[in-house]
C-alpha cells in the first residue's frame, strides 16, 4: 500500500498566491522527498527533508515536518502559472524503497 | 551527463506478447527502481535494486521480471503482456542510502517514461 497520502487532491489558485500541500505517511522514514511533475512528463525532484529536520526552505519552497503527527507539508509562495503540475510526496524508508502518494493537482491562474 | 534514459517512449503491443523496457544511467548510482503511473493511482513501485545483481520486488511485481547485471543498466521485461499493464513506466536511479547520509544527497532522478499500451 502506498506510504504518502497528499491532501487536497486538487487545488485552484490565483496567481502570486500561496498553495499549500498536506502529506500523512504511516510509519518510520529516513527522509520524505516532495516532487513535482508537468503533465505528460517524468518526476522532477523538489526538496527533501530528513527525519530529524523540522523546516527546510528552497526559493520559493518551504517543506515541514512532524515526524509525531507522521505529516509533512509543502508550501509554494508567491506562486505563479508555471507552478502548474501534478505535485507528490514521497517517503523514503528503511527498507529502500521509495513510496508516492497520488498527488496534489495545483493549477495556478493567471 | 543524460541522467536516465528510458527507451522506448511509446510502445503498443498485443496481449500476450512480450518486450523489454530499457533503463539506463550514467551517474554512478547504486540504486535503480521501476514505477508505474495509473491514472489517480501515483506512482506504484514494481522492482528495484540496491546494485548490481541485486534486485527485490516493490508493490506490483507480478507480471514484471528484471535484472542488474551493470550499475549502469535495470532493464524491465514484460513476459506475456496484459491490457491490466496498460500504464506509464518510469525508471529512477540514486544514490544508497549508505552513501548519502555522509553527502549531499539531490534525491532521486527520474527518466521522462514509456507509454505502454496493451490491445
Redesign the interface.
Known amino acids: ?2 506510504q504518502g497520502e497528499e491532501d487536497p487532491q486538487a487545488l485552484s489558485i490565483q496567481e502570486g498566491e500561496n498553495a499549500t500541500m498536506n502529506c500523512s505517511y504511516k510509519t518510520s522514514i ?1 527522509n520524505l ?1 516532495w ?1 513535482r511533475q508537468n503533465s505528460g ?6 526538496i ?1 527533508i530528513r527525519s530529524n529536520e523540522r523546516e527546510k526552505h528552497s526559493g520559493r519552497l518551504r517543506v515541514t515536518l512532524d515526524t509525531s503527527k507522521k505529516s509533512s507539508s509543502l508550501l509554494i509562495t508567491a506562486s505563479r502559472a508555471a507552478d502548474t503540475a501534478s505535485y ?1 510526496c ?1 517517503v ?1 524508508g528503511s527498507n ?8 496534489t493537482l495545483l493549477t495556478v491562474n493567471p | 551527463n543524460a541522467g536516465v534514459t528510458q527507451t522506448p517512449k511509446f510502445q503498443v503491443l498485443k496481449t500476450g506478447q512480450s518486450m523489454t523496457l530499457q533503463c539506463a544511467q550514467d551517474m554512478n548510482h547504486e540504486y535503480m527502481s521501476w514505477y508505474r503511473q495509473d491514472p489517480g493511482m501515483g506512482l506504484r513501485l514494481i522492482h528495484y535494486s540496491v546494485g548490481a545483481g541485486i534486485t527485490d520486488q516493490g508493490e506490483v511485481p507480478n507480471g514484471y521480471n528484471v535484472s542488474r547485471s551493470t550499475t549502469e543498466d535495470f532493464p524491465l521485461r514484460l513476459l506475456s503482456a496484459a491490457p491490466s499493464q496498460t500504464s506509464v513506466y518510469f525508471c529512477a536511479s540514486s544514490y544508497s542510502q549508505g552513501t548519502y547520509m555522509g553527502a549531499l544527497f539531490r534525491g532521486y532522478t527520474f527518466g521522462s517514461g514509456t507509454r505502454l499500451t496493451v490491445v
Open positions: 500500500s502506498q529516513n522527498q516532487y512528463r517524468g518526476l522532477v525532484h523538489l527533501l507528490f514521497a523514503d529502500y524503497k521509495l513510496t508516492f502518494g497520488k498527488g
